[in-house]
């Protein structure tokens, strides 16, 4: 409830991602502390719903992307005419564009319409039923954009963690059995 608390005024004004990775270090920071988790703990672990450690907790910064990515869909599609001729420009600063992000994750369910439904486990061909980009309204595309940047941004945290895996592992020194 906090954090949804604290979000409002985030999506509102244009405040700048850098912002919101501030004020996300501090709520990490004390939320290790009141768990009594070793400070060095990654983002993947606090996070993450494949982990060990399973907190009912959302990342402050990628709920902001999202919320900003929904407005920015939500003003896009809009049926009144007068927001809909009106470019809306969301200001996020200069690490994260919502623009830039909202356009790759068109072009990316785009392309998911084009390759087809691809079969991802043994329940069978045609056991699930695909949401198809070309077939939804305005709200199931919203949904869809959210999700789909939901999917990107648990790929780069787990390539983000298993990078920082693999660097410590590789400067481990060699020991000649």
């Known amino acids: 409830m906090f954090i949804s608390k604290l979000l409002w005024p985030l999506l509102v004004y244009d405040i700048c991602s850098t912002t919101v990775e501030a004020i996300e270090a501090k709520i990490n920071k004390y939320t290790r502390k009141w768990l009594g988790v070793p400070p060095g703990l990654s983002g993947v672990a606090m996070y993450c719903r494949k982990a060990k450690l399973k907190l009912p907790m959302k990342s402050f910064l990628e709920e902001y992307k999202y919320g900003k990515a929904r407005l920015l869909t939500m003003l896009e599609e809009s049926d ?7 470019q809306p420009s969301l200001k996020t600063g200069r690490k994260w564009k919502v623009t830039e992000a909202v356009d790759e994750v068109n072009e990316c369910l785009k392309m998911k319409e ?3 439904q691809t079969q991802t486990d043994r329940r069978g061909l045609g056991s699930t039923t695909a949401k198809w980009w070309s077939r939804t309204e305005d709200k199931e595309k919203r949904d869809m954009i959210i999700d789909e940047i939901r999917i990107l941004h648990g790929y780069r945290r787990r390539s983000s963690s298993l ?6 592992i590789g400067t481990l020194p060699y020991r000649d059995p």
């Not at 990078?163 to 410590?168: D, I, L, P, R």
């Open 80 to 86: 009144d005419p007068v927001v809909k001729t009106v």
């Open 163 to 168: 990078s920082k895996v693999s660097g410590q």
């Open 114 to 116: 084009v390759i087809g």
